[in-house]
């Protein structure tokens, strides 16, 4: 119940700090009050995500993957549904997106309610309040520097990409473009073609993040903390991590080798080129489950700070990586500089999380799983 009113109240604030302002932030990213709608239904449906995340948890933590299921089925088919009654059927175009967000929320977020409400009693308890923020306000920054760990490569890729070699321009674009300027179109022509490349290489290495990576993590938190008092705790660690690596290496590299296919089958032909990022950027994912399988050791002893101080590392490692390596290798530049931060965060949060709570992790199969995939995947695309 603490908890839970917690985020009703954060919300409130937030929707109450943004909603009046949606014109005011359709000016400052676009120049234009035409926007405004498009910010209030994004606020509003907002507010409604952050309810529904107690009782998700709670339903994570009786360790019911059967209801979360069908939940995550049941947000799935809502969303698909209100998008294709207003970006179809009525035409409303990206409002049409932001809408269905929150339609689907609007019609979830009772469905989690009458859930949760059945395991809660109408008490507060301040002690309880102040150990819940305590430990979850130094993961505010964390999930900031994880935004921009997912979005800087892309303005960095617009900003300092080589210059592509050609441009897909519509004749009546093209037609356009010259009336308006006066100016002759020649040579190479600067676009956004890399950033495209990347952004669908990294949509395609996503196959692990979602299919493999995210159900993990789903399962990790309650996992992590109901074992963490049984004798054999440190020993479910180890084989936890192994496992992982085993899985997760073992599907970025049949991704990676099938990327070729995958990717003629799902692009169209200026950008077969992307998967050639796929398996990096598909084990820079794989470094990001270390990461969090290695969170173990700050969280179970709630020193949830470190997770800033590793969040930080990697944010400033991938900027500065991003503008080294771009310029040089463009769209691969990126994915290499995406793994190494990842890489570097696993590695800083282990150095951190043996401090406060030693493990012995067996990283010798898990860098050796790794070496003998890359070197495997490596041969398959030479050869």
């Known amino acids: 119940t603490t908890t839970f009113l917690f985020q009703v109240a954060a919300s409130g604030v937030i929707f109450a700090l943004t909603y009046p302002f949606s014109g005011e932030l359709s000016i400052l990213f676009f120049d234009t009050r035409d926007y405004t709608v498009y910010f209030q239904f994004a606020t509003a449906s907002q507010m409604l995500m952050m309810l529904k995340v107690v009782p998700l948890s709670v339903i994570r933590a ?50 989690l309610l009458v859930i949760t409400f059945r395991n809660m009693r109408p008490r507060l308890s301040w002690s309880q309040l102040k150990r819940v923020t305590s430990f979850g306000l130094p993961l505010v920054p964390a999930a900031l520097a994880g935004w921009v760990l997912t979005m800087a490569d892309r303005y960095i890729l617009r900003l ?60 990790w938190g309650p996992l992590m903390f109901s074992v963490y008092h049984q004798p054999e705790a440190r020993r479910v660690y180890r084989a936890v991590l192994t496992l992982v690596s085993l899985a997760t290496v073992g599907v970025s590299f049949a991704v990676g080798v099938m990327s070729p296919e995958i990717v003629r089958l799902m692009a169209t032909w200026p950008f077969y080129g992307a998967w050639s990022a796929v398996y990096v950027l598909s084990l820079s994912h794989c470094f990001y489950c270390l990461y969090i399988v290695f969170t ?16 930080t590392i990697g944010v400033v490692a991938n900027v500065g990586l991003n503008f080294l390596l771009i310029p040089w290798w463009g769209m691969m530049g990126a994915a290499l500089a995406t793994l190494a931060s990842f890489a570097l965060m696993a590695l800083a949060h282990y150095r951190f999380a043996q401090r406060e709570y030693r493990i012995e992790y067996d990283l010798a199969v898990v860098v050796k799983v790794i070496s003998l995939a890359t070197v495997l995947w490596l041969a398959t695309t030479l050869l």
């Open 160 to 219: 300092v990409a080589p210059v592509t070699r050609f441009a897909l321009v519509a004749q009546k674009s093209l037609g356009e473009m010259a009336a308006k300027t006066g100016e002759v179109i020649a040579g190479n022509i600067p676009t956004l073609h890399e950033v495209g490349l990347y952004d669908l290489a990294y949509k395609f290495s996503l196959i692990v993040r979602m299919g493999l990576i995210q159900p993990f993590i789903f399962a």
């Open 62 to 111: 009786k360790e019911r993957p059967g209801v979360f299921s069908i939940l995550t089925i049941l947000r799935f088919g809502l969303t698909m549904g209100f998008n294709i009654l207003f970006v179809v059927g009525m035409e409303s175009g990206p409002l049409g997106v932001i809408q269905a967000q929150f339609y689907a929320a609007l019609v979830l977020v009772p469905v």
């Open 296 to 311: 173990v050791g700050t969280s179970v002893v709630h020193k949830s700070k470190y997770q800033a101080y590793t969040a």
